[in-house]
Each structure stands twice: as structure tokens, then as C-alpha cells.
């Protein structure tokens, strides 16, 4: 028997075309089978990003708290905190007047509730009227901060104007501190 290379090359090119399919398929499935497992990691991740979401949007909101126990420097740190946040939005604090105010200190109207009189009684608010320049963005971002702190400020007496130099804002912001505990507490002990 003698071999006809043609016979040797009609047997042999199929046999070859046929490995080189098979490592094809064989690899081919092994990149199918890695994608579809990254694909379903993902789905996973997915479906724990969507469980996060919902549990954050029906997580009670954040407790705003109206007033904070008292401590001895109010004044300067309350004055301290407002000037970092004016600097943090490129607003120039350039004049301010603070007082502090007690409520129960002075005579209540006739008007007042007499309940309300006694559950506020001893709480500080700490005012500070502010002149402030600077951009209406950097303006409106500090107001907006105001507005979605955890603590409660009172903005009030807001004046807008536009001057050649620029915006100023002139506000009245405050901020209150409960009473030192057992100060003038009509059941404390004598």
C-alpha cells in the first residue's frame, strides 16, 4: 500500500480543522463560563446596592436636635464654627455683633402660654448678626448648611444687596443651649 498524499492530505486537513474547532470551543466556553460568573456577581451586587437603597430611604431621618447641652465657651466656639464655614464657601465674615439671650430671664408677656414659659425656661440662644460678602453661590451654599445641619439655627432679619463689590448679606443667626443640668430646678434639693 502505498500512500497517496492526497489521500494523506484528504484524512489529515479535516482531523486539523477539527483539533483546532475543539480548542476553540473548549477555550471559548472557559471565557463564557468567567463572564457569566462576573455577570452574576454583579447581578449580586446589584441586588445588594437596590437592599442598601431601600434600607437607607426608610431609615428614620436624621434627629435634629434644638438645642445642645451647655458648655463654657458657646459664644467663641459658636463664633469660631461661623467664620470656618464663611471661609469654607469663599464668604468674607466682615463685621458681627453676638449676644446671648436666656429665656425665663425676663418678664413674660400675658399673652404666653404659662406651660410653654416653664419648659424653655434656662435655655440660652446665642445670637450673632453677621455682615457677609462675597459670591451668591458661596452665600446660598452657607445658608443652605445652615438649613441641613443636625442642629437647629434661627436665620432671621435676612438683608440682600448688590453692591459694586459684590453681594452682602446681612442675618441675624442663632442657636440654643440647654440649661447647665439641676439649674434652677425648683425640685433640686437645698
Known sequence: MKSDPLRVLGWGFPILCMAIACYIVFSQNAAIRATSAACDQANRDLEDAVRDKKDTDNAPKLRRYAAVPDVPDEEPQFMAFLRTRAMAHNVTLQNW???????????PAPDQDAKMIAMLKGIRKVSVILSLSGP??????????????DRLYTLSNLTW???ADGNVLVMTVGRYVLPKPGADDPNKPK
Not at 97 to 107: A, F, L, M, N, V
Not at 136 to 149: D, H, P
Open 136 to 149: 451668591y453661590v458661596g452665600l446660598r451654599e452657607l445658608i443652605g448648611e445652615f438649613e441641613a445641619s
Open 161 to 163: 444687596k448688590r453692591t
Open 97 to 107: 455683633t453676638s449676644q446671648i439671650s436666656e429665656y425665663g430671664k425676663e418678664r
